[in-house]
Each structure stands twice: as C-alpha cells, then as structure tokens.
C-alpha cells in the first residue's frame, strides 16, 4: 500500500519570505500524481498544485512550485513571496494512475503554516 | 462553473441515530469520493463511485454505506451513529477516477 509522510507538523515562514513543504512517499508504482492541497481555516480542500510522476519537469503555479525527485520518492512544496492568506493546513496526496478501478487520493497527515507578519 | 456542494455544512446527532450527507459534484464529473477527516486520523478514504457503481471502499464498517444517482450527485448514509463518528466528511469530484480531484466544504457531523 503506499503511503505519504509529511514530517514538519508545523512551519511558520514571515510574510514575503519562501518556505519549503516537505513531502515523501512510498510507492511501488510507476505511474502515479502527486497533489498538494491546502485547507484554511474554512476547512475546504483547495487544490494547489499537481504533479504527474512521467513528467521530469517541476509544476509551478504562480508563486507555488513543487521540487519532485523520483528516484528519491520526495515531492516538496515551495511557496514564494508568502502571503497571510497562506496560512492554513497543507496537506500532500498520492493517487495512482493506473487504469483499472478507482484510486483513492492517500493523504499524509498534513503540515500547519503560519505566516508572521 | 459551480463547485462541489455539500449538504448540510453541519449536523448534530444522537448516539444511535442514523445520518444521510449529500454531495452535488462539479458539472461533467462522473466520479465522487468520501473522505472522513478527523483530528487523530486524518483523512482517510470512505469510498467512490463512478456512473453509479461503487468502484473502491475504505476499511470502514458496514455502518458507512453510500450511492451515487445518474446525475452523478451522491449520498452517503451512516447507520447507529457512535461517538467515534464525529467528523468533517468531505465529498470530492473528479472528471474521472485518477484525475486531479476537487473537494466540497465538508459536512461537519457531531454526535453527542
């Protein structure tokens, strides 16, 4: 089964600073997505970015950029120029690719940025 | 485009009682996903459907229980409420079972 290890519980980063979001996983698959979503205090999940293992290159979305190292099974986030509105639960998911039946999203147990002013 | 909606945002329920949550997803998706939040287990997955059929389910009891209609929209139904159960359940749709998946408000479900 595989499973998604986010070992930072807590980050805070000062407004207009860049932090990092750690991310591993556990996979014997070779296809598979990788997501980060981000859940604030309205505890809606809100997707922020997606990853396709086939693809070499990094996502990026606006100030959001993902640093993904298969062969190291890592898939960390990168926010830039944080905001006050990033602060909330961020949380890295799995879903494999493959064809047959439906894959589940597996979730790791999510890091909690606070952002100073 | 309108989201995914979840109803109702919030439900308080006795021990015993049973509890029907529902979920409208996004135009076009076909598939819905159950995730149950809590703060000791995390998300963990409930089930899916696509098109009707139940295509996956969590390790969950017999209790958890849900359908999808042919508007796509979904229901889960939860049997004999235990205080365990209090959680935000979490609806989410997809244009198919592996693509990007997008999550309603949740339904914040408290038994007392």
């Known amino acids: 089964a595989q499973t998604v290890t986010q070992s930072q519980p807590e980050m805070s980063v000062q407004e207009a600073e860049t932090v990092t979001l750690s991310c591993t996983y556990d996979t014997s698959e070779s296809d598979y997505y990788l997501f980060w979503y981000k859940q604030p205090p309205s505890r809606q999940m809100i997707l922020v970015i997606r990853?396709?293992?086939?693809?070499?290159q990094n996502a990026t979305e606006n100030r959001f950029s993902v640093n993904f190292q298969k062969a190291a099974k890592s898939f960390s986030l990168k926010i830039s120029d944080s905001q006050l509105g990033d602060a909330a639960m961020y949380f890295c998911?799995?879903?494999?690719?493959?064809?047959?039946?439906?894959?589940?999203?597996?979730f790791g147990k999510g890091t909690r940025l606070s952002v100073i002013a | 485009k309108a989201g995914v909606t979840q109803t109702p945002r919030y439900l308080i329920k006795t021990r015993g009682q049973q509890v029907t949550l529902s979920c409208s997803p996004i135009?076009?998706?076909?598939?819905v996903s159950w995730y149950q939040q809590t703060p000791g287990q995390g998300l963990q997955f409930l089930f899916e459907y696509f098109s009707e059929t139940q295509r996956n389910k969590g390790n969950f009891p017999g209790r958890f229980s849900g359908r999808q209609f042919s508007n796509s929209r979904s229901e889960m139904n939860v049997s004999t409420l235990e205080l365990g159960d209090s959680a935000l359940y979490l609806c989410?749709?997809?244009?198919?079972?592996?693509?990007?998946?997008?999550f309603g408000q949740g339904t914040r479900l408290t038994v007392v």
């Open positions: 990853q396709e293992a086939y693809k070499q």
């Open positions: 998911a799995y879903r494999s690719a493959r064809d047959s039946g439906n894959t589940p999203l597996v």
């Open positions: 989410a749709s997809s244009w198919t079972a592996n693509t990007e998946a997008f």
């Open positions: 135009s076009g998706h076909r598939s």
